[in-house]
């Protein structure tokens, strides 16, 4: 009976058509990610992303797909205060200049960007809290920002 009501829900969204978000799927199968800066966060998430679909080549030369990174840079700006000089509010900017060829240098993505902000409440008396919800925006906005760059990669003809 137990097992029964357990499977209820999932009988009935199978039945609907849900399915998870899958990744887009690419039309390529080998990609070099160049230009960005050493032991940067989003060209790691960007990595662990296309290695689920793709093999991800040191070697520019070797790839099908060149994704060099023009900029690739975290803002994080004070946008508001008290008149004690104390921060209220911040803006966190994530930005990505990119563009994607092939090694022969047909141009496969022009010079694009993308560009995430997000405001950020601030109080001096939590600022460790805030600190942790600064990391965690950042990285839902690089979530995002890889997303976006994935979907752009999908509908590239090599």
Known sequence: ??????????????????????????????????????????????????????????????????????EDQRERSVVASTSAAQVRELQLRLKLNFRAHTPAGRELIARSELLLQRDLSYSETAALAKEFEEAELFREMQADLVGQVLRRLAAVQV
Do not use: K, N, W, Y
């Open 1 to 70: 009976m137990r097992a029964a009501l357990a499977l209820a829900p999932a009988g009935a969204l199978a039945g609907c058509g849900f399915e998870l978000r899958r990744p887009p799927r690419l039309g390529f199968e080998s990609i070099s990610l160049t230009g960005f800066a050493p032991r940067s966060p989003l060209a790691e998430e960007l990595r662990r992303q296309l290695l689920q679909q793709v093999r991800v080549l040191d070697t520019p030369a070797r790839a099908q797909v060149v994704l060099h990174a023009l």
